[in-house]
């Protein structure tokens, strides 16, 4: 299963994990500036990364 890690390097914490599968890259940029938009707001960095998971 592929993911979709949201990541913010200031906080240096993983905001939320997407499966790919339900969110495609244009609904993952929409969760950046809606459910993470405060960090957005503060000038953090928010990168997103690939995730997979092996089960
Ligand atoms: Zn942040």
Known sequence: ???REIYC???KKILGR???K???DDK???L???AHS???RS???VNIRKYEKTK
């Open 43 to 45: 000038g953090h960095q």
């Open 9 to 11: 390097s200031n906080c």
């Open 38 to 40: 405060t960090h957005v």
């Open 18 to 20: 997407y499966n790919i």
């Open 32 to 34: 950046i500036n809606s």
């Open 28 to 30: 993952i940029k929409e």
């Open 22 to 24: 339900f969110y495609d």
């Open 1 to 3: 299963m592929e993911f």
